[in-house]
C-alpha cells in the first residue's frame, strides 16, 4: 500500500512541478503589475488560469505531466476549499436569513428546468440536455461527472459537455468582475452573484479576490449551498430513471468530502473554537493552494476544445448560462440584497 502510494506521488511530481512554476510566474507577473502601473489588474488567480490554458493550448504537454496536473486541479482546490472553511463565518450567510438559502435552491430548480428545455429545443438529445443542465445549473464538471452514471450518459456526450464547460468556466472568471460597474453591484451583491453563476468552487474564488475578502467569503458560501444542491438532483435523477437502469448514486458524489470539511471548520470558526493565531496561516495556505489550482485548471484547458464542441452544444451552454445570470440577478434585487 504505502508503496502504491509512493509510486502515485511520484509520478504527480513532474506536473506538480509544473503548476508550481506557473504558480511562481503568475505571482511574479502580479508583481510586475503593480511595480509598472501601481496596481495590479490582472491576479495572480485569473493570470495562473491564463498562463496554463495558453500553455495547454499553444504547447503540446507530455504525458508525463498529467496525473500532477490532475491533482493539482482536482486535491488541492479541495484543500484549499476545507482549509477556507476557517476563515469564513456562517454568519455573513446567516446575516440574510433562509430566504436566501431557499433561493439559491429555487435558482438551481428552475434553470435546470429551463435549461433542459434550451437543450431539447435545439436537438440535443435527452441525456446530453440533462448533462449540460445539471453542470450549467450546479457546479459544471462535477455536476456532469456525478449525474453522467446516474443516467446512463455516453462517454461522447459527457466528453463533449465537460470540453465547452471548462472553458466557458475559465471566460466567465475573466469577464465576470467587469460586470460590477455595468450592474452596479455591491461587494456584497457581487459575491452573491458570482455564488449562483460561477461554475466551480475555486473559480468562484478566482472571480472574487479582486474585488474583496466580503465577496470571497459570501460567494463561497454561496456557492457551497449550490452544490450541496447536487445531492438532491442526484437523487431525483436516479428515482426518476430507477426503471430505465440508473444507478444509485453514492453519497460521495452527493456531497464531496471537502465541503464537509469546509463546512465543519466554518462551524468551529462560528463558535470561536478556532484559534485566532491559526486563521491567518490557513487563509496563506487556502490561496497559495487556491492559485496552485488555477494553474492546473489552466494546464487542463484545451481553448480548441470550444471548437470540437460543437456549435450546437456551444449554443445551449451559453444561453443557460445567461439564463442563470438573469435568474440569479433576478433572485438579488428581489431579496434585496444589498
Same mark, same amino acid.
Given at each position: ?182 450592474? @452596479?453591484?455591491?461587494? #456584497?451583491?457581487? $459575491? =452573491?452573484? %458570482?455564488?449562483?453563476?460561477?461554475? &466551480?468552487?475555486?473559480? *468562484?474564488? +478566482? ?85 496552485? @489550482?488555477?494553474?492546473? #485548471?489552466?494546464? $487542463? =484547458?484545451? %481553448?480548441?476544445?470550444?471548437?470540437? &464542441?460543437?456549435?450546437? *452544444?456551444? +449554443? ?23
Amino acid at each position: 500500500m504505502i508503496r502504491q502510494k509512493l509510486y502515485v506521488l511520484r509520478a504527480a511530481l513532474p506536473g506538480l512541478a509544473l503548476c508550481t512554476l506557473v504558480t511562481a510566474c503568475a505571482y511574479a507577473l502580479e508583481g510586475l503589475e503593480s511595480a509598472v502601473f501601481g496596481r495590479a489588474w490582472l491576479e495572480s488567480l485569473v493570470l495562473a488560469i491564463l498562463l496554463g490554458t495558453g500553455i495547454r493550448t499553444f504547447y503540446r504537454l507530455d504525458a508525463r505531466f498529467e496525473p500532477g496536473i490532475q491533482v493539482g486541479a482536482k486535491l488541492l482546490l479541495e484543500i484549499a476549499v476545507l482549509l477556507l472553511g476557517a476563515t469564513v463565518s456562517a454568519s455573513s450567510l446567516l446575516e440574510n436569513g433562509a430566504e436566501l438559502i431557499v433561493g439559491i435552491a429555487a435558482v438551481v430548480a428552475i434553470v435546470i428546468m429551463l435549461s433542459f428545455i434550451i437543450g431539447r429545443s435545439f436537438g440535443l438529445p435527452r441525456k446530453m440536455a440533462i448533462l449540460i443542465a445539471c453542470g450549467n445549473s450546479i457546479c459544471g464538471n462535477s455536476a456532469i461527472a456525478a449525474v453522467a452514471p446516474v443516467i446512463d450518459a455516453d462517454g461522447e456526450d459527457v466528453a463533449a459537455a465537460i470540453a465547452f464547460t471548462a472553458v466557458l468556466g475559465v471566460v466567465v472568471v475573466l469577464v465576470l468582475p467587469l460586470l460590477i460597474s455595468v450592474l @452596479s453591484f455591491s461587494p #456584497l451583491q457581487f $459575491g =452573491v452573484f %458570482a455564488g449562483l453563476t460561477v461554475y &466551480a468552487v475555486p473559480q *468562484v474564488l +478566482a472571480a472574487t479576490g479582486a474585488v474583496s475578502l466580503g465577496s470571497v467569503h459570501i460567494g463561497t458560501l454561496v456557492k457551497l449551498v449550490r452544490v450541496l444542491m447536487l445531492g438532491p438532483v442526484v437523487l431525483v435523477l436516479s428515482v426518476l430513471g430507477r426503471n430505465g437502469g440508473a444507478r444509485r448514486p453514492s453519497l460521495s458524489h452527493m456531497v464531496p468530502w471537502f465541503i464537509v470539511g469546509f463546512l465543519l471548520l466554518m462551524s468551529l470558526r462560528s463558535l470561536r473554537l478556532i484559534p485566532e493565531a491559526a486563521i491567518a496561516p490557513a487563509h496563506v495556505a487556502a490561496n497559495f493552494f487556491t492559485i496552485m @489550482s488555477m494553474a492546473a #485548471l489552466g494546464l $487542463g =484547458v484545451d %481553448a480548441r476544445s470550444v471548437m470540437r &464542441a460543437g456549435g450546437r *452544444v456551444a +449554443a445551449v451552454v451559453i444561453l443557460s448560462l445567461l439564463v442563470l445570470a438573469a435568474v440569479s440577478f433576478a433572485l438579488i434585487k428581489l431579496l434585496g440584497i444589498g
